[in-house]
Nanobody, 123 residues
Framework: QVQVVESGGGSVQAGGSLRLSCTTS????????MGWFRQAPGKEREGVGD???????AYADSVKGRFTISKDNAKNTLYLQMNSLKPEDTAMYYC?????????????????WGQGTQVTVSS
C-alpha cells in the first residue's frame, strides 16, 4: 500500500525559508512523476511544481526562482525548498505521486496524496 507523508511546515515571517519533505512507502519514486501542490482557504488546489521520472522539473510561475524541488530516490523522499516566502504562499501544502487515476496537474496524473502540512507566512 502506498503511503505519502508530508512534513516540515510551520510559521515563518515574510522573506524566510522552509523545507518541506515528502516521504513515500510502497512506491518507487524514481519511476514516476511526483509533485507539490497547495491550497489556501477558499481557493482551489494549485500545482506548485513537479518532477518527472526523467528528472525534468516544472514550476508554477508564482514560485519560480524562489522554490526548488529535489528528490532523493534512495530515500524515496521528495523535497520542496521554499525561500523568500511571501504571505500569499500561506496554504496547506500537499505532496502527490503519479497514478493512473486522479486529477491531472500539468504533465502528470496524481492519485496518491498526503494529508498535507501547513505553511503560514506572516508579514
Amino acid at each position: 500500500q502506498v503511503q505519502v507523508v508530508e512534513s516540515g511546515g510551520g510559521s515563518v515571517q515574510a522573506g524566510g525559508s522552509l523545507r518541506l519533505s515528502c516521504t513515500t512507502s510502497g512506491y518507487t519514486t524514481s519511476a514516476y512523476c511526483m509533485g507539490w501542490f497547495r491550497q489556501a482557504p477558499g481557493k482551489e488546489r494549485e500545482g506548485v511544481g513537479d518532477i518527472d521520472s526523467d528528472g525534468s522539473i516544472a514550476y508554477a510561475d508564482s514560485v519560480k526562482g524562489r522554490f526548488t524541488i529535489s528528490k532523493d530516490n534512495a530515500k524515496n523522499t521528495l523535497y520542496l525548498q521554499m525561500n523568500s516566502l511571501k504571505p500569499e504562499d500561506t496554504a496547506m501544502y500537499y505532496c502527490a505521486t503519479e497514478a493512473w487515476w486522479g486529477p491531472v496537474f500539468g504533465r502528470c496524473r496524481f492519485g496518491y496524496w498526503g494529508q498535507g502540512t501547513q505553511v503560514t507566512v506572516s508579514s
